[in-house]
């Protein structure tokens, strides 16, 4: 993170140089162009000016949006480790945008759950409790086993 800030902040400083200098050229320029010529630089730079802005802009908003995609894949793909708490979530399978399954365990009971926007069913009730996996095996890439531990870091720092 402090790698992306600091390439960010270089890269803004090497542009706004960049800026300053095309800004006296520009400058130098029109004082020694013809005023005929120069209401043409200025309508050309101004529009050239306005499409990077629009494509930064886009860029910004395309970003957010990217990031948020992510945060949401992340969040549901992450299993819920059981705690000593009486309920726990233990799995969930996504089945459409807004609807899931839930596997909840209250006491020594399981029940599947069926979970939509407007309303959570109970679907089934477990004679025999189902064997969930430990988190480290349910992950299959390396940046989810990363991700979980520096999560479970930051938990305990927080503590």
């Known amino acids: ?11 803004c400083s090497a542009w706004a ?6 800004a006296k050229t520009s400058e130098a320029k029109a004082a020694t162009a013809a ?9 050309s730079q101004i529009s050239g000016q306005l499409l990077q802005l629009l494509f930064g ?7 957010i949006f990217l990031l948020a995609w992510l945060v949401r ?11 000593q708490q009486i309920i726990s979530l233990l799995a969930t399978q996504t089945l459409g945008p807004r609807d ?22 109970p679907l089934h009730v477990l004679q025999e409790p189902v064997e969930v996996s430990t988190q480290q095996e349910t992950m299959s890439s390396a940046f989810a086993q990363r ?8 938990a305990k720092d927080v503590q």
Do not use: C, Y
């Open 100 to 121: 899931r399954l839930l596997l909840v365990q209250v006491g020594k009971e399981q029940i599947l759950l069926g979970l939509t926007p407007g309303t959570i069913v």
């Open 73 to 83: 894949r992340i969040q549901h793909s992450l299993p819920v480790k059981g705690s």
């Open 147 to 154: 991700l979980a531990k520096v999560l479970k870091s930051s």
């Open 57 to 63: 802009l886009l860029l910004v908003i395309g970003l």
């Open 17 to 22: 140089g960049d800026v300053l200098t095309a």
């Open 35 to 43: 005023p005929v010529n120069s209401g043409l630089l200025e309508s």
């Open 1 to 11: 993170m402090r790698l992306f800030i600091m390439l960010m902040l270089a890269s």
